[in-house]
């Protein structure tokens, strides 16, 4: 399956201040001189950064990619894509048109950068595994309990037993009787967020796959997932309006319109049918 060999320049900037000391010097070297840094063997890397060759090759491993050969390769699709905008937060009296061309700009460059960090065979995966599933669960908390819901609402034109839960009581007790057979999709942008921690760790203690989406980059959430899929947030600072939280949203989003996607092309015919029937009925409602 082809993967998408750019996105190098924002795993590195999303996991560079999460890195230990030597690689996180690798990470601001290259970050500045991508150029250069394409062009470098791993002790030449680690020379010019201050570092050695095996911190080099830790920082791979830290990123989760096969060695300095994918990072390299990604680093050049990236610098052959056109100039990217960057994130821009929202200014106390900005007048509309700003607005219109700020909060545009962030949706759009949330999902580009999620989709140069997509994981295909993860995605693949996660996909088998929700046509596969006796009961798909979600779960998340605050804005991404919304995430939850709209992807009960999706699922549910599947014909696939679902259910979403934004409260933590609520979701124990579906927990308490979940099984091997059941999915478990854990959604938390930072991935840290304790509730979702608890319900994805007991989940998995009780044999079902789990499936988390959350920030690109190691955290608690992520950990207790069989597989993790990432979206991008690496400008989600504070900020006066924090636009950063809408454009992560979407994020999240694309990320369960990408999933959703896989589930229905790969049962075409089957979804089809349960689409006409959904729209039989609706249409009898009018």
Known sequence: MKQPLKGGLVMLSEMKENLPPSEKKIAAFILDHPH???????????ELSGTSGAAVMRLCKSLDLKGLQELKLRI???????????????????????????????NMQAIRETTELVDFDGLEKAGEAVVKAGRLHFFGVGASGIIAQDAQQKFLRMNI?????????????????????????????????????????????????????????????????????YISASREIPAPFRSGATSSRMAQLHMIDLLFTKVVTSHFEEASGYFEQIQDIMTRLK
């Open 76 to 106: 050049s699709g990236d610098l052959q894509k056109e100039v990217a905008s960057t994130y821009r937060d929202i200014q106390p009296g900005e007048e509309m048109d700003a607005i219109v061309d700020k909060v545009t700009n962030n």
């Open 161 to 229: 037993a679902t259910s979403a839960f934004t409260d933590v009581h609520n979701a124990v007790m579906d927990i308490a009787n979940i099984k091997e057979t059941d999915v478990l999709v854990g959604i938390s942008f930072s991935g840290e967020t304790r509730e979702t921690a608890l319900v994805m760790e007991e989940a998995k203690r009780r044999g079902a796959v789990t499936i988390s989406i959350t920030r690109y980059g190691s955290n608690t959430v992520a950990s207790f997932a069989d597989i993790p899929l």
């Open 36 to 46: 250069e840094a394409i062009h470098c063997t791993a002790a030449q890397l680690g």
